[in-house]
């Protein structure tokens, strides 16, 4: 992080670009339907509402830009009323024997919620494969520590997993989980995305009023579940939660995490 300010609280004004008397900038809202849709027509000077619900989605801002007057501005409803998650439902639970359930999953996920009620994980690489794959930058560091992943519980065949213990096996593609509740009639979510909120060298965005929760960033990378790369970027009255690596990774000149619980 360079040069970035922390401030305890701040307050913002957006400034309305105005011809001929006539306002350019814009009040939007979104759903997790057409949230996507919107935040790509985003303009400087826009402000876009984020409706209550769950959004199983990443707000990606790319490098969209604001201007020092006319600053791109997203509101949510409030911490826990506005939550982007980066975690999916999983359906399609079969009993194998007494409580150990099954179910098809094409990638790899760190993360297994059975009604909200985080499992532990069994096995599991982390950065491209590692230790699975051996990764020589990887393969000895802190090896007097145990290793970068020292609390690893490994496992070679679904017999040996414990009751609220999960397991991804890579060669079948499929989740094993043992528990005492029934999976065929529970809401279980399994992190699947990368991010929850991304702006790749943005300027004069401001973000606040949302949770943004159980992204799955160690599977394939190194960083957080939200991620502000620019310059004038800013994040606050959020909670950041329940992810598998870190919570907020902030790059640049001039930006703000303000109030923000991590």
Known sequence: VTSTTFLRKVAFICI????????????????PENVAKQIAALQAGDVLYLSSGIYRATLDFGAKKGTAEHPIVVRGAGQNKTTITGADVLTGWRQVEADLYAASLSSESSSLWVND?????????????????????????????????????SISNVAELPIN??????????MYVRSKTDLRNAKVEVSARLRTLFIQNGAYIKVSDATFERANTSISTRGGSVVLIGKYLSLSDSLVQENDLGGVQVVGDFN????VTA
């Not at 309305?16 to 759903?31: H, K, M």
């Not at 994980?121 to 992943?149: C, E, K, M, N, Y």
């Open 256 to 259: 703000e995490v303000v109030d």
């Open 16 to 31: 309305l670009a105005t011809i001929g008397g006539v306002s350019n900038a814009r009040d939007l809202s979104a759903t």
């Open 165 to 174: 213990g999960f397991w991804w096996n890579p060669v079948q593609r499929v």
């Open 117 to 153: 009620k985080l499992y532990t994980q069994w096995g599991g690489t982390v950065f491209g494969g590692f230790p699975l794959t051996s990764v020589p930058a990887l393969d000895t560091l802190h090896r007097s520590s145990g290793g970068i992943w020292p609390g690893r519980r």
